[in-house]
């Protein structure tokens, strides 16, 4: 018995020095790009995930709309297990046996019919925008068909032009000079839209739902203007779904619900399972405009990890995870809706499928923190939207599971002062007055 707790405290021990050499490493070496707490998630398993003591977290935020499939999920696992085994790179100077296959079946999913894989959102952003480029250079007045809109309280990514188009002045400024020609159109204003639509737009660029703005949606009558004046003016629509897309809505794309497709549709986040995977893909007319040696990539769509894109789209499909993801989805709105009506510091819930924003009249920092101490993983956007975005196999146990934790993260907590970054409450109903 003596002995037996020996053994245990000096594995503690060395657990937490194993821990302070982890933390100090980071501190030292890591760039201070990110605000991070003290524990370090070591393994997951479906929808939990577990820190370094083998504290047990409900995942409501999924790496952050990453882990669609939850932790280690077996299929995936056997993918990767499989062609880890065979041949991880290949380049692109060649074919590998799954990069074909799994661009047919994204072109099924969205209705576009050419894809370029890429490493990430931002660099599947870039793409985009080069395509939308090249392909207005190409009609007639083409040279001046140079600048493009984005929508207030976007966000596209951090390389240079993905930031050019991303709306928040805190993540732009700081380096700027960016890309040139960009102006940012009201959300859902179409007047507005139609005022900065010139012929000199090259491509408008819209999340179907604004994803770090908010968990905002885009109303059918703003969407349906603009992809008939991007028709007119020779410019692309473009649609990130990276965060909203690939099942997250609980339709293939966010778009698909409201009227008209896209031209150039993006996606990257949950497309292998985890692996670093994106993509844009495109309509012929504009995919037709690029040749060899006008784009490319080292690494993008390499053969493991489309295997594993393959794997993901396949067993979204075979599971039928997208009717579970509107029924979980609705089961999840319902009760937060219910919250609302008792905690009067929640203005707003809204959101489609698992992609759930629960707006606060005070700062949303401190429940994220006693989320974590109640082993419930979520954040915060804007400051005070709380961000719900749970893998597609959640169960409605988990559900009723993760509620629990919710209520009791909204009693406990001390109420925050009123949030100075909250809109007026009439702005924000204008807001989603117009979305519905
Ligand atoms: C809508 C949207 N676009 C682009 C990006 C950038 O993707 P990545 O971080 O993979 O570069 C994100 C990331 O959060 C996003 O949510």
Redesign the pocket.
């Known amino acids: 018995m003596k002995a037996r707790s020996k053994k245990t405290t000096r594995k503690a021990g060395s657990a937490s020095a194993a821990t302070k050499s982890v933390l100090s490493d980071a501190s030292l070496h890591l760039m201070n790009t990110y605000k991070r707490s003290d524990m370090i998630f070591t393994h997951g398993r479906g929808c939990y995930v577990f820190d370094q003591n083998g504290k047990k977290y409900l995942d409501f935020l999924g790496g952050?709309?990453v882990n669609a499939l939850g932790y280690s999920h077996p299929d995936l696992v056997k993918t990767i297990r499989r062609e880890a085994g065979r041949a991880v790179h290949v380049s692109n100077l060649f074919h590998n046996p799954f990069q074909g296959p799994l661009a047919a079946k994204l072109a099924k999913w969205s209705g576009m019919d050419r894809v370029f894989f890429t490493n990430?959102?931002?660099?599947?952003?870039e793409g985009a925008m080069k395509l939308a480029r090249i392909a207005a250079k190409k009609k007639p007045g083409g040279a001046a068909k140079t600048r493009f809109l984005a929508l207030e309280h976007?966000?596209?990514?951090?390389?240079l032009g993905?930031l050019s188009i991303t709306h928040p002045l805190k993540y732009r400024e700081p380096f700027e000079p960016l890309v040139p020609g960009v102006d940012f159109v009201r959300l859902n204003d179409v007047a507005d839209l139609e005022a900065k639509f010139t012929d000199e737009v090259c491509a408008i660029v819209i999340?179907p739902i604004?994803?770090?703005g908010g968990i905002y949606p885009i109303s059918n009558e703003f969407w349906k203007r603009a992809r008939e004046l991007a028709t007119q003016r020779g410019a692309a629509l473009i649609a990130?779904?990276?965060?909203?897309g690939l099942g997250r809505t609980g339709k293939a794309f966010a778009y698909q619900r409201l009227e008209g497709l896209p031209d150039i549709v993006?996606v990257?986040?949950p497309l292998a399972g985890g692996l670093?995977l994106?993509a844009f893909l495109a309509r012929e007319e504009f995919a037709a405009s690029f040749a060899p040696g006008l784009h490319g990539s080292t690494f993008g769509g390499g053969p493991l990890t489309c295997a594993t894109g393959l794997t993901f789209l396949d067993t979204i499909e075979r599971k039928k995870l997208l009717a579970n993801i509107r029924a979980r989805g609705a089961e999840l709105k319902a009760g937060l809706k219910k919250m609302a009506a008792k905690f009067d510091f929640i203005r707003e819930v809204r959101g489609e499928g698992l992609m759930i924003g629960v707006d606060l009249d005070v700062d949303g920092a401190p429940y994220v923190a006693e989320a974590l101490k109640q082993g419930l993983l979520i954040n915060c956007t804007h400051d005070h939207i709380l961000r719900f975005l749970p893998p597609y196999i959640l169960t409605a146990r988990q559900v009723q599971e993760g509620l629990s934790k919710i209520e009791s993260v909204l009693a406990r907590t001390e109420r925050p002062a009123k949030s100075a970054a909250v809109p007026s409450a009439s702005a924000a109903a204008e807001t989603l007055a117009a979305a519905r």
């Open positions: 952050i709309a990430s959102g931002s660099e599947a952003v976007s966000f596209h990514g951090r390389t993905a999340e604004q994803g770090e990130d779904e990276i965060q909203c993006i990257a986040k670093p994106g």
